[in-house]
């Protein structure tokens, strides 16, 4: 089974608002990513957590939060966000990390709408 | 740096035809892992293929095909007998050995007609 589930499926939210995006995997995969991804572009990594610990942060502004509870989970916390921040949010999990030969498998992704 | 080109920003071909998706990359690494993404239209990304830099062998998977050459840093992807069900976004993407980050082109968007 490879899947990643994302919650949810589309979100409009205001530029005053608070929300989370939610991506769950039961693979055993120790590596988790944020993705997001605008109409007619190839998908730009924001984050990645490597055995639950933030790892990688692709200099993304602190409206956006991540937090990975256990190695399970993964959420991306929204907070005060702007008109252009609308796009699809892809989460990702892989087996590794770092080093070696591995895929990254994708949710079905978040289509946020930032009003 | 990593560069990811796919050249080709649109394609369309009619139903059983076979097309053929260009990728060509550019790294100094000697070890670094390629791979061919699916996005249909519903966005979610779909894994269809990883080749390591020091496995030159072709690949076939049913109506897929993949042919990786280190001479011209080229893995190019090709569907024989294109179907409707096949129209997506197709993104080639590249690994080096040491890192989580994958590289993107810019995708290819494939529309079959029937």
């Known amino acids: 089974d490879t899947e990643v589930t994302q919650t949810p499926k589309h979100l409009v939210m205001g530029m005053t608002n608070k929300k989370s995006l939610k991506c769950e995997q039961h693979?055993?995969?120790?590596?988790m990513y944020w993705y997001k991804q605008k109409a007619k572009k190839p998908p730009e990594l924001m984050f990645v957590?490597?055995?639950?610990?933030?790892?990688i942060n692709e200099s993304v502004p602190s409206r956006f939060s991540p937090e990975c509870p256990n190695s399970s989970l993964l959420n991306l916390h929204l907070h005060a966000l702007q008109p252009e921040d609308s796009a699809l949010y892809l989460c990702?999990?892989?087996?590794?990390?770092?080093?070696?030969?591995?895929?990254?498998?994708f949710g079905p992704g978040t289509r946020l709408t930032v009003t | 740096a990593q560069k990811v080109t796919q050249a080709q920003t649109e394609i369309s071909v009619v139903e059983k035809e076979d097309v053929t998706l260009d990728c060509v990359y550019e790294?100094?690494?000697?070890?670094?892992?390629l791979f061919w993404y699916k996005q249909p239209p519903s966005g979610e990304l779909v894994f269809l293929i990883r080749r390591n830099s020091f496995d030159e062998q072709n690949e076939i998977s049913g109506r897929y095909s993949w042919n990786f050459q280190k001479s011209t840093s080229s893995f190019n992807f090709t569907i024989t007998a294109s179907q409707v069900v096949d129209s997506a976004v197709y993104f080639c993407?590249?690994?080096?050995?040491?890192?989580?980050?994958?590289?993107f082109g810019a995708g290819t968007i494939l529309r079959v007609k029937s």
């Open positions: 790294t100094r690494d000697t070890t670094y892992y």
């Open positions: 693979m055993g995969h120790r590596a």
């Open positions: 990702a999990s892989s087996p590794g990390q770092g080093v070696g030969a591995y895929e990254q498998y």
């Open positions: 957590y490597s055995y639950e610990k933030l790892s």
């Open positions: 993407a590249l690994r080096l050995e040491y890192g989580n980050k994958l590289v």
